[in-house]
T-cell receptor, first 115, second 113 residues
């Protein structure tokens, strides 16, 4: 039973390029969460999605960032025109539902480095 | 406002016991999670508390006092592999943020032989 999968694990981009991060939730999970983590800091919530719907994007910058979770295929976090401040680890988590106490299971993360 | 406080770093000796504290101030409360995160890896779930009291799971126990906005994670019989960051996260109780976990910055635990 595969866990949450993310790819790529490491991504290097030059300023102004686009970064596309993928997340495949655990089998049977239909809820996906994206987080950003800077070194020595905690996780910062970005966006919560269900299949084909964005439920809460209050933690995601309104410019340059977008997320989707299509009916088929992985969830995608897209960062356009990357800047050095976007360098961070981006974690995806999934859960089977959003009920109280539902545990979120994390993927290994994508480490984005913007040169 | 929202605030989760944990010590930045703690050091303990192999075989000993360590208690990592977490205090929180949030708009509401619907449960507290503890996760373990080894350097460069994903956070992994350790425990969940929603009612006051102690939850024991092997060498790890987690305690919650809702009236005090306080939790701790207790690790017994420490092993070198327990060296990691321990993250405290609170699920808020606001109707418009029922899905969000508010995360502390984590406590880096260093185990010495």
């Amino acid at each position: 039973n595969a866990g949450v999968m993310q790819n790529p694990r490491h991504l290097v981009r030059r300023r102004g390029q686009e970064a596309r991060l993928r997340c495949s939730p655990m089998k049977g999970h239909s809820h996906v969460y994206w987080y950003r983590q800077l070194p020595e800091e905690g996780l910062k919530f970005m966006v919560y999605l269900q299949k084909e719907n964005i439920i809460d994007e209050s933690g995601m910058p309104k410019e340059r960032f977008s997320a989707e979770f299509p009916k088929e295929g992985p969830s995608i976090l897209r960062i356009q025109q990357v800047v050095r401040g976007d360098s961070a680890a981006y974690f995806c988590a999934s859960s089977p539902s959003s009920g109280f106490g539902e545990t979120q299971y994390f993927g290994p993360g994508t480490r984005l480095l913007v040169l | 406002g929202q605030n989760i406080d944990q010590p930045t770093e703690m050091t303990a000796t192999e075989g000993a016991i360590v208690q990592i504290n977490c205090t929180y101030q949030t708009s509401g409360f619907n449960g507290l999670f503890w996760y373990q995160q080894h350097a460069g890896e994903a956070p992994t779930f350790l425990s969940y508390n929603v009612l006051d009291g102690l939850e024991e799971k092997g060498r790890f126990s987690s305690f919650l006092s809702r009236s005090k906005g306080y939790s701790y994670l207790l690790l017994k019989e420490l092993q070198m592999k327990d060296s990691a960051s321990y993250l405290c996260a609170v699920r808020e109780g606001r109707l418009d943020s029922n899905y969000q976990l508010i995360w502390g910055a984590g406590t880096k635990l260093i185990i010495k032989p």
